[in-house]
Structure formats: C-alpha cells, structure tokens
C-alpha cells in the first residue's frame, strides 16, 4: 500500500462508541497503516539489531466488551510473539502517536535487564534524548520527560525492573497527534527511524 502518515479520523477512532463500531473502523483505517509500517520497519530494525525482528499488529482479539484505547505494531526476534521480549511499538492513542523501545510485565528476562541498565546508569541517563520519555505502565498514556527526571529517579525505575515481578519499562518518544497530522509521510518515517536508532542502545543493553 501507499502510505500517506496519519489523519485526523485515525485518532478520533478511539472516540468512537462500542466495541465493535471502534474495531470496525481501527481495521478499515488503521490496521492497514500498521501493516505497513510492520513490513517497513522489520527489516530496519533487523540490521540495526543485528537479528532477525518480526512485526506483529495488535489485533485485539480477547477483547469482548470494552474497546481499545490504543492499538499498535511492535518488533520483536520472536515470529510468534513480542511480550516476552525487549521490543520495539510504534502505536496511537487518541492524544499521540508513540515510539517504545518496551519490556513489560510477561517478560521474563527483567532482573537481568534491570541489573544491566543499572551498570550502565550514567551512559543511559547522558544519551537519551531530554524531550524523550519514559514509562512504567504500558496501559496508561502518560509519561515523564527524561529530561525532568534525574539519575536517582531512572536508577529508582531500573531497581524496580530488577527486583518486582510486575514492573515494566519503556522509553521513547510521544509525538502529539496535531503534529503527526501535520507530517508527511517521508518525514514521518525519518522521524521514527531516527527514534529507533536513538532507543538502539537500551535494546542491545537488554
């Protein structure tokens, strides 16, 4: 397909009432542009990582009452699933398009994780970028900026991730939707690659 960035109407999908009128109109309108930037990005990310990284569109489907909020394409080195290892989303809520480098809570690997970004606290704290972002809680919108948190605070999370069973993190980039709007579409794939190559690190660390 030709892909033409993202609309208005791609947002305002997740206002739309009911489980199955928002799904019917996530599938139409978006998905399609989720597929695309899967197949776009996969073989990116896989020289980059340097293994192979399949794509898996969120396809929502345990869901039978309430509808999405959000919805994504993430990359992982696993052709059957992605939430069990460090990967990559490229997603939408409503208020923003966001780029994760994730590991959330089904992974196993986070002890390890958190002891690795521990050893590397000063590196991580320095190179990423002050206007990106970081989470805790793949299911909420919300994020701090790296730049509003200090090195006590990002070793407070990777303890977090070492020692509790449910933490997750994430790192990124929240790209508000009026912007992304905005974009062309060959500005708006420079932007997201250049987020991946700058949220590398964290994945070679994991």
């Not at 892909?3 to 199955?20: C, M, P, Q, R, S």
Request: glycine share 6%; proline share 5%; aromatic share 12%.
């Amino acid at each position: 397909m030709e892909f033409n960035g993202f609309t208005k109407e791609d947002f305002d999908v997740f206002t739309i009432a009911g489980l199955d009128n928002r799904m019917e109109a996530l599938i139409q309108n978006v998905r399609p542009k989720l597929d695309f930037l899967g197949s776009y990005y996969a073989p990116r990310l896989s020289e980059l990582a340097g293994e192979e990284i399949f794509a898996h569109v969120a396809k929502h489907a345990r869901r039978t009452k309430n509808p999405p909020n959000d919805t994504w394409v993430a990359f992982a080195s696993n052709p059957r699933g992605y939430k069990m290892l460090p990967h990559f989303q490229i997603g939408l809520w409503e208020t923003h398009l966001f780029i994760w480098f994730a590991v959330i809570y089904e992974c196993n690997q986070k002890p390890q994780i958190g002891e690795n970004f521990l050893k590397h606290l000063n590196q991580i704290h320095q190179t990423i970028p002050a206007s990106y972002v970081w989470s805790e809680d793949h299911m909420k919108p919300g994020a701090s900026e790296h730049g509003s948190l200090s090195k006590e605070d990002l070793q407070a999370s990777f303890q977090r991730l070492k020692d509790v069973k449910k933490a997750e993190i994430l790192c990124g980039c929240h790209l508000d939707r009026d912007i992304v709007i905005q974009m062309g579409p060959s500005e708006l794939l420079r932007s997201i690659d250049d987020v991946f190559r700058k949220i590398l690190p964290l994945y070679k660390l994991s």
